[in-house]
């Protein structure tokens, strides 16, 4: 079946490393998002990317990073520099920028910092 | 710039009765409008969706939402509660354009509680 998967489902960093959060798709979508969730904040935008080797800074930018190397793949990666990374993170695609069909969601990723 | 509210952080209604979660959007065309449902401690569902037609749109799980252009409106209804339906809501909003910054605006959610 089609969708999105994220790994891993829990995960747990000690403060000062970089950690890399996992998100693939099989939709052949090609848009994929970032949001990181916070209780009471709903979802804000981390990163996008519209195409292959393209992406932009969501709302939320600042001390994380991201790769699209494949269609497939968009790998998150939260730094040491994101001074409370603890949250909820989720990843989505969406057929194209702007499709009115929503975005489909993976089942996120649930990062503590130790 | 785009903007969406969902003014009730929690709503408690009692299993049967109606339901009506309230939201608002900024933008300056019709954008394209969605519902979302999370379950705590998973992905969110897409529930239904709006960019053109009918303005009264129906989802899955007996939801529907009507699109009130003049009021920026886009209210999610149920006739009949099930305590399944207990979960943190999302109203988001989309732009038609598609272009290189377009994105999908999330409100903050609304949870909503059941009472038996």
């Known amino acids: 079946d089609g969708g999105i998967t994220q790994s891993p489902k829990y995960l747990f960093r000690k403060e000062g490393q970089n950690v890399t959060l996992s998100c693939e798709q099989n939709l052949n979508h090609d848009a994929m998002y970032w949001y990181r969730q916070d209780p009471g904040q709903g979802l804000r935008l981390i990163y996008y990317?519209?195409?292959?080797?393209?992406?932009q800074k969501g709302d939320i930018a600042e001390g994380y990073s991201v790769s699209r190397e494949k269609k497939e793949s968009f790998p998150l990666t939260v730094t040491s520099a994101q001074k409370n990374p603890t949250a909820f993170y989720l990843c989505?695609?969406?057929?194209?920028?702007?499709?009115?069909?929503?975005?489909?969601f993976g089942q996120g990723t649930r990062l503590t910092v130790v | 710039a785009q903007s969406v509210t969902q003014p009730d952080i929690h709503i408690t209604v009692s299993e049967g009765a109606s339901l009506e979660l309230r939201c608002n959007y900024s933008y300056g065309a019709t954008p394209y409008l969605f519902w979302y449902v999370q379950s705590p401690g998973q992905g969110l569902q897409l529930l239904l969706k709006y960019f053109s037609g009918d303005t009264l749109v129906q989802g899955i799980k007996g939801f529907e939402a009507e699109f009130k252009r003049s009021q920026s409106s886009f209210n999610l209804r149920k006739p009949s509660v099930h305590w399944s339906d207990a979960a943190e809501y999302f109203c988001a909003v989309g732009s038609p354009r598609g272009g290189r910054d377009d994105k999908i605006i999330f409100g903050k959610g609304t949870r909503l509680h059941i009472l038996p």
């Open positions: 990317s519209q195409i292959v080797n393209d992406f």
């Open positions: 989505a695609s969406s057929p194209f920028q702007g499709s009115p069909l929503g975005g489909v």
